[in-house]
């Protein structure tokens, strides 16, 4: 897979990402995973996920922190390079063009129109891959209280995402070494 | 000289801006309309509103767009601003860039190794948990309206929401055509 990808191919399909995702964020990471897992199986579900969590805890944009690894990992820096712009040149030209011939853009009625249908379609788009996503990260019995717990902090209590992240790495790490001369000889997986 | 400036500023928002988009807002506003007085307060709520109804990041969007009208407030003329515009979104992406690209190394050697597996093993289920929040939250009157303000637009929300829902989960519909057929849906109904 990873020899047949071109520049090209990666710029075009970070540009669709960049081009579809509407309001921001995590609207975009149903269609990358599309577009990148499920399409053209660059990455695996469970390494979608750790990129995932790692693009959180740094600093910068999501989204271009994403492309930036993907980018790396297919064809080297240039890659990376060329997937983050992909993801940022529909933003730059978009914008561009409305800041110099719509500026009227912002009150228009059709473009509002569009919106309110839009909307909770992304939020659904947001909300169906949980349930893939929970296979993926092997929820079971015994650990389902790590999301459960996660998702009320965020929710209810405003803590920030990016602190449920740092205490989780925190929490696999100290479990890896307090765990690690056990299974020397039996990595996971 | 506003360009050196703009290379400046936007590169600290972009290192120093941990969340995403709309933590970015925030640290653009103070940026650019409190300590530099380059946008008014309601210019910037302006081009706040574009950038969450235009595609892409809403950070690149705001900083797009605030690095265009502050060149163009300083006096430059539309051409330079277009440089702003697109200086003000490199220097935005380029130090993040640097930073993960040095991560991105790290976890491809190290991938496999017994610690950075133990690390990701308790982050999956927390990524889980961290995306049903984002869901949580988006279920907002902003996203959905409500009864009180309009029962026709709150229905017409959850119809979508329960369409869009279905027809992603169970029957596949690749979610750019999700996004479009609810665009053309709204234009339709409303």
Redesign the interface.
């Known amino acids: 897979m990873t020899e047949q990808t071109t520049y090209l191919q990666l710029f075009t399909i970070f540009s ?1 990402v ?9 609207a ?4 990358m995973e ?1 577009e990148v897992v499920t399409d053209k199986q660059w990455l695996g579900h ?2 979608f ?17 994403m492309a ?2 993907i980018g ?2 297919l064809k080297g ?1 240039r890659g ?2 060329v997937a ?1 712009m992909g ?2 040149l ?3 030209i ?3 063009l ?3 011939f719509f500026h009227a ?2 009150g228009n009625i ?22 893939s ?2 296979k ?4 079971n019995r015994r ?2 209280w ?7 902090l ?2 209810a209590f405003g803590v ?3 602190w ?2 740092l ?3 925190v ?3 100290i ?3 307090i ?2 001369h056990h ?2 000889e039996h ?3 | 000289m506003i360009f050196l400036k703009l290379f400046i500023v936007f590169s600290k928002i ?9 933590a ?1 807002l925030s640290l653009i506003q103070n940026e650019v309309v409190e300590k530099n007085h380059w946008l008014t307060n309601a210019e910037f709520t ?1 081009i706040v ?13 705001c900083a ?2 605030t690095g ?2 502050s060149v163009i407030n300083e006096g430059y003329p ?1 051409w330079s ?2 440089l702003g ?2 200086l003000a ?1 490199l220097s ?2 380029w ?3 640097i ?3 040095t ?3 790290f ?2 050697k190290h ?5 950075v ?23 907002s009157e ?4 409500s009864w009180d303000e309009s029962p026709f ?1 709150f229905i ?3 119809l ?6 279905v027809g ?2 169970l029957y596949k519909i ?3 055509l ?2 479009i ?7 339709l ?2």
């Open positions: 669709r960049g081009l579809f995702t509407l309001g921001g964020g995590y975009m990471v149903p269609l599309k469970e390494e996920m750790d990129i995932l969590a790692v693009a959180q805890a740094t600093p910068g944009l999501f989204a271009l922190n930036s690894h790396n990992k820096v990376g390079i983050s993801v940022a529909p933003s730059i978009i914008i561009l409305i800041a110099m853009f912002k059709y473009i509002e129109k569009i919106f309110r249908g839009v909307r909770p379609a992304v939020v659904a788009l947001i909300a169906a891959p949980c349930f996503m929970a993926s990260a092997r929820i650990n389902l790590i999301p459960v717990v996660s998702c009320l965020i929710a920030s995402p990016i449920i992240i205490a989780a790495g929490g696999g790490f479990y890896g070494r765990t690690s299974n020397e990595p996971i997986r | 972009g290192i120093f801006n941990f969340g995403g988009g709309y970015m302006d509103a574009i950038s969450q109804t235009t595609p892409g990041p809403i950070g690149i969007n797009t767009y265009y009208t539309a601003a277009i515009a697109v979104s935005i992406l130090l993040p860039f930073l993960m690209l991560i991105s190394k976890l491809l991938h496999n190794s017994y610690i597996q133990s690390v990701f093993r308790v982050m999956r289920p927390a990524i889980v948990g961290l995306i049903a929040a984002a869901a949580l939250l988006l279920m902003e996203n959905f309206s637009a017409v929300s959850i979508i929401f329960c369409f869009a829902f992603t989960r690749h979610p750019i999700m996004i057929l609810c665009g053309i849906a709204g234009l109904i409303y």
